[in-house]
């Protein structure tokens, strides 16, 4: 008899499961350069990410809510590793690694809001998840950037 608890993913869960792939994926390429350091940089790339995923996971959120946060949170990987590849700032990681305390609170106000404004709506619970988090990513931007001077 086969185990219940080893299922295939649903076709609910498959886009999550890409959001999910995509911002491992990046993290994977990105930490692989200095092959000596690879678990350092991959920690580094993808370990806030996964905190936040699984803090979210630990609500139990809806699979569209939970592939918009790892869809913000995989763009905002993605757009780093653009920055980080132009000469413009060499100190690009401090931004990426002090933003996460603001998609930590936008998944946060997102998994508050999703039960009263998108109840059975699975596309409104995605674009709750990404706006929010990308929001708090945004603005904790620039609430860096503006501390630096």
Known sequence: MPSRTL????????????????????AIVRAWQPMD???????????????ILGLLLATRPAPALFTGVALALAAHLQ???LWINSSVDTMGWLFYLFDFPGALIGAAIAVLLAPHKAAGKPLVRGLLGFGW????????????RLSLG
Not at 7 to 24: E, I, M, Q, V
């Open 37 to 51: 350091y690879f678990w350092e940089n991959f920690a580094a790339y993808w370990l806030p990410q996964g905190l």
């Open 133 to 144: 988090v990308a929001f708090g990513l945004w603005l904790n931007f620039q609430l860096v």
């Open 79 to 81: 757009l780093f590793c």
């Open 7 to 26: 299922r295939l993913l649903s076709a609910n869960h498959l886009p999550a499961a890409a959001a999910l792939f995509w911002g491992l994926s990046l």
